[in-house]
């Protein structure tokens, strides 16, 4: 199945993929389109060692819970007492307990590195920078610190009206002294590598590849808009995704998916007028840690360890949230309305990165050097 679109006459690749190339073998033309390996070979290949990370991974748990049980029946026989049952390795999360900062950090980290060494090995099979998908771009750090202090704003902006809407209450503050540097470094951190790793699995090699893959769709609709209709399309699906991938997360409920959706939308905005995964990355850290730890309130339904205040909600949850958090309460969608109609108003453009691969003679695949500045 080619999705790709015919590529033009300027492209440094027409002669390759495109009418005028020296035919190719019957092989060739299904594996291979104008941007290099068709994406759903991509996507196969991909998904497809994602898979057998999980399998193993399955395999591995299994092999470990075996053990344990063994462990405790041998215990067992020895003192003439039934053995306890073993518990699952992985079981969804008590929304009352918060959840530990260090299982959290090494999973997260893991997760990235396998990751970012898969989007790695894709990156030399498609013969394309690893900077295509989403951690290159201009001036990152200064993207990264303006997205941080978004997420800060919108989150306080809707911790203030909770407040002063009488819908959240503070009852005291956990931390004192340097015990508050500590958490807060330990969960800025963690949160740093959750919007790393949520950012790049979400909208990284995936957001990238069903864009090129989707640009014929775009170009039956209108030509001259073929890649944008092909980003939003892939924007919808990987979206979906990010609240599939929200639906284990403690407390949650239907608006609050809802609102992880738009959130989405948010992130892919940021993503399609910076051309980098940096703004996106930053604002959701800020608008996590400013969660669970600066306001000490549910984040998708879970509480963090070393929060600075315990508070609870107020009155209907449909206003305050509820068990979910801020993210549960309706008011949570005008301002990421705000942040979205603020990423529009007051965000300078960048490329997008090309779709095109490049020579391997000359392009070095491992950079993350960022593309020149300039309007989109």
């Not at 978004?150 to 002294?177: K, P, V």
Request: with cysteine; net charge neutral.
């Amino acid at each position: 199945m080619d999705l790709n679109p015919n590529p033009s006459p300027t492209s440094p690749h027409a002669h390759k993929f495109g009418h005028d190339a020296s035919p190719q073998s019957a092989a060739h033309r299904i594996l291979y389109g104008p941007f290099g390996l068709r994406a759903g070979w991509s996507l196969l290949i991909y998904f497809g060692i994602i898979a057998l990370i999980v399998a193993l991974g399955f395999g591995v748990a299994h092999q470990v819970k075996v053990q344990r049980q063994h462990a405790a029946d041998v215990a067992a026989a020895r003192t003439g007492k039934a053995a306890p049952p073993i518990e699952p390795l992985s079981t969804k999360p008590d929304p009352s307990r918060p959840a530990p900062m260090s299982g959290m950090i090494v999973g997260e980290a893991f997760t990235f590195g396998i990751l970012f060494l898969l989007s790695w090995l894709m990156s030399v099979i498609e013969h394309r920078r690893l900077s295509a998908f989403g951690l290159g771009g201009t001036r990152s750090p200064e993207r990264f610190l303006i997205g941080a202090l978004w997420g800060l704003a919108a989150m306080g902006l809707l911790i203030l009206i909770l407040h002063a809407s009488h819908l959240l209450t503070f009852d005291s503050q956990l931390d004192h002294g340097t015990s508050i540097l500590f958490w807060g470094a330990i969960q800025l951190i963690a949160f740093f590598l959750v919007g790393l790793t949520e950012e790049y699995t979400m909208r990284g090699y995936l957001q990238f590849t069903l864009t090129r893959g989707l640009v014929s769709i775009g170009n039956r609709i209108a030509p001259r808009h073929a890649r944008a209709i092909a980003f939003w399309i892939a924007a919808f699906l990987t979206s979906a995704l990010f609240v599939f991938a929200h639906t284990h997360n403690a407390g949650e409920n239907p608006l609050g998916l809802f609102q992880v959706f738009l959130a989405g939308v948010v992130l892919v905005v940021a993503l399609w007028r910076t051309g980098s995964l940096w703004w996106a990355i930053g604002f959701h850290t800020t608008w996590d840690w400013s969660q669970s730890f600066l306001y000490g309130v549910p984040d998708s339904g879970g509480l963090m360890q070393g929060r600075l205040f315990a508070t609870h909600a107020l009155g209907p949850k449909l206003y305050s949230g509820g068990t979910v958090g801020p993210e549960g309460s309706i008011l949570c969608i005008p301002v990421l309305l705000v942040v979205i109609a603020g990423l529009f108003l007051f965000t300078p453009t960048s490329p997008q990165p090309p779709l095109e691969t490049v020579p391997t003679s000359n392009a070095n695949l491992l950079s993350i050097t960022p593309e020149p500045e300039q309007a989109n």
